[in-house]
């Protein structure tokens, strides 16, 4: 699953755990400052790219906010939450 593709959905990057959104966000970080590059010198093919890294970029962003907030748990904490249900009942 490729940054700035079609492929990467918030349902897909909700399955990934902090430490890989974050590894996944420097990737796309690293991808828009070479695309910026590359649009600079006149070297860029495709310029709707930027657009689809900028708005992985966002997608990632908001994943890790909403989890900051509560609204969506982590992989980990939901695995977890469900231990925690089947030892209780």
Known sequence: MAVGSKDLTVEKLA?????ELGSKL??????LFNLRFQ????QLE???RL??????IARIYTVLRERELGIRESVG???EAEENE????
């Open 15 to 19: 399955e990934f755990n902090d430490a």
């Open 26 to 31: 420097r990737e796309a970080k690293e991808e």
């Open 39 to 42: 649009s600079a010198t006149g």
């Open 46 to 48: 495709n310029s709707a």
């Open 51 to 56: 657009k689809a890294v900028k708005r992985d």
């Open 77 to 79: 904490a939901a695995a």
């Open 86 to 89: 089947e030892e209780s009942a």
